[in-house]
């Protein structure tokens, strides 16, 4: 069947015009409550949040939507992995949250000093009795992977294996092979050299 050069470029208008004429404004808030609910159903946009552990949450990007639940759950640090959007950055600021801010382009993983850096600052923050949300825009790719490097982290005895299964468990959306993505595999290689370090 011979494809329509028209109809492919009217649906990328169409496409384009949803973009910034609807999703845009959705993201901040902009969108009357009633068109906003039928464009939350229509993108299926998850809920925050999922709990990792007693500090750490994964969810999607919070929006005027969902952000007042961060106040809710006392979340006072935010690992962004979203290149696509930096957040609700005033809410942040009038609610004492802290974010680090990582782009990562989506359905690409995270470099490896993104998720020590990513690491160190929710170490930081749980020694200080913070709770912190990584996300990325849907929480099952970029946000996944440095909730996998922290699960590792933290929990000296897992393997990625293990780690993947855990994470599972807790949010079941998230990547299922993240445990086999190279950048998490170099991580945990070199988490696991300087823990062998510090036994000998």
């Known amino acids: 069947m011979e494809v329509s050069w028209t109809f492919v470029l009217w649906v990328v208008v169409l496409l384009l015009l949803f973009h910034y004429f609807i999703f845009k ?58 290149d696509e959007a930096y957040g609700p950055a005033a809410f942040y600021k009038e609610s004492g949250i ?58 000296r005895q897992l393997d990625l294996d293990t780690a993947q299964q855990l994470l599972l468990s807790k949010r079941a959306m998230v990547r299922a092979k993240l445990n086999k993505q190279r950048n998490l595999i170099a991580y945990h290689s070199e988490l696991s050299s300087q823990r062998a370090k510090l036994v000998n």
Not at 53 to 60: I, K, R, T
Not at 103 to 116: A, F, G, N, R, Y
Not at 119 to 129: A, E, K, R, T
């Open 25 to 82: 404004p959705f993201l901040h808030g902009k969108l009357p409550i009633p068109l906003a609910k039928w464009v939350g159903r229509a993108v299926h946009y998850p809920k925050l949040p999922f709990v990792i552990d007693e500090d750490v949450y994964l969810g999607c990007l919070p929006t005027f939507w969902n952000q007042h639940l961060l106040s809710d759950l006392r979340v006072r640090a935010v690992v962004n992995m979203c």
């Open 98 to 155: 802290e974010q680090l801010y990582l782009p990562t382009v989506d359905h690409i993983e995270p470099t490896v000093e993104d998720m020590k850096t990513a690491v160190q600052f929710i170490d930081h923050n749980v020694q200080q009795g913070k709770k912190v949300l990584i996300h990325c825009m849907a929480g099952r790719g970029r946000s996944a992977a440095v909730a996998m490097a922290w699960l590792l982290y933290r929990f």
